[in-house]
């Protein structure tokens, strides 16, 4: 069985409030196992919210999930984010509106076979000028699903489907293993470009990086390569991978490569 | 009219120098931990002015800040940048708030605004600093509000970060960067985590 379907829980049409919207929707489900819900906010003009990696600046939503016993939630995917720079300042983020998916599955055998209820809680920074914070509740039943709310569920899915990083196999790009090395300004990560995509790559946007610090400023590619510098939070920080997006034009792939760990102590 | 092969060049001439150093993004690099940091001289909020080097000697902690930011007011709010604060100062520590919000921005409040707000959120500090052009934040690199700098007594940059590690304000086990690395300065002994990724509101410089 599959079909799509929505509860719309928060509403606010003030002018003055940055989320304009947040709503669960069920976009997919498989009986009583493993469904994929996705985070609908629709923001006011002008606002904008965060990426999972928010940048120099700002916070990634934060999503603590609810969940019935016996089911557990993956990790959250996140559609491509703009990037906004305003003096020297680099952030990663969603104007208007922004769809998070994220796969909810059991973590055992089930029993029941009513998909139940999936509710969460989710704390937000939005900024304009100034910046607002907030937190929404909200869920998604399954029994309570009408065939109007699964055409809609389908048409904002589908408004997405072309906003989410994809698989590199797709972009011509051949990436083996990074480089972590020290230059005269600092410690960088160096990620070499191979394939006829390589000189189309536009951008960087790194995941955030465990005990680690990148200055969003200074990504840049040259030679042949895509350079991050950044930051160790301390001399026992190791790098073994680094995780981001690839952008090329208006497309990004999805990358994870891993570093050649050089000590940095030295 | 210009065929798909040499629009596919095109565009990777221009992909290109977009990433090139200093096209993209300034090469302007704030000083690194262990270096020494640059020094200001920033007018107070009773008027008077206060250089770094002033307090040559002594650790000093600087506090990037702007009370229109909701991590900012967050924090003092939930008491804890004011005990940090006070933990601080009773060991001899020197305290500078620092705001870099300009004046043309929402968030830009006058001296008096700022001690009324201030003192009913009960901060403690050495001084409060008025940082308008943002020049003092640029050149330390401050990002956001709040975001911390600790400075050892030999005026070099020893710790430059968030004030710890739970940007939401949701982890009932928060971990304090600030006070581990005051410590670690006091007792003469290494810093072991001098940088951290700082987190809140960016800091509201004038373009």
Known sequence: ?266 | MINRCQRTWLFALIAGLALLPGVLGSQDQPPAVGSPAPDFKLTCLDGNTHSLSDYRGKIVVLEWTNPGCPVVQRHYKDGLMPALQKECLDEGVVWLLINSTNPGHANFKPAEDLKRIYGEWKAAFTAFLMDPDGKAGKALGAKTTPHMFIIDKEGKLAYNGAVDDDPQGTQPDRMDYVKPAVEALLKGEPVATTTTKPYGCSVKYAE
Not at chain 1, 159 to 184: M, N
Request: charged share 20%; hydrophobic share 40%.
């Open chain 1, 1 to 266: 069985m599959l079909f799509s379907t929505a509860l719309f829980v928060a509403v606010s049409n003030s002018e003055e409030k940055p989320l304009r919207k947040v709503e669960l929707l069920l976009l997919e489900s498989h009986k009583a196992s493993i469904m994929t819900v996705g985070l609908h906010i629709q923001l006011a003009p002008s606002w904008h919210l965060y990426w999972i990696n928010p940048g120099d600046a700002g916070l990634a939503p934060e999503i603590t999930w609810n969940l019935p016993p016996g089911y557990e939630a993956g990790p959250l995917r996140f559609p491509t984010p703009e990037k906004f720079v305003h003096s020297d300042i680099v952030a990663y983020g969603f104007k208007s509106e922004v769809l998070i998916l994220c796969e909810i599955r059991p973590s055992g055998p089930l029993t029941a076979t009513e998909m139940p209820t999936i509710a969460c809680q989710l704390d937000w920074m939005a900024c304009q000028e100034s910046c607002i914070t907030g937190r929404e509740a909200i869920k998604v039943s399954p029994a309570t699903q009408t065939p109007a709310d699964l055409k809609r569920s389908r048409k904002i899915l589908s408004r997405f489907a072309r906003r989410f990083p994809k698989p590199l196999d797709t972009a011509r790009i051949s990436l083996k293993e990074a480089g972590f090395v020290k230059s005269r300004n600092g410690w960088q990560v160096e990620i070499p470009l191979m394939g006829k995509g390589g000189g189309l790559v536009s951008d960087f946007y790194p995941y955030s990086i465990e005990n680690f610090v990148v200055a969003h400023n200074r990504i840049a590619r040259s030679g042949g390569k895509v350079i991050i510098p950044l930051e160790p939070s301390g001399p026992s920080a190791v790098l073994v991978r680094i995780d981001g997006l690839l952008i090329l034009g208006d497309d990004a792939y999805e990358v994870s490569i891993p570093v050649k760990s050089i000590d940095h102590s030295s």
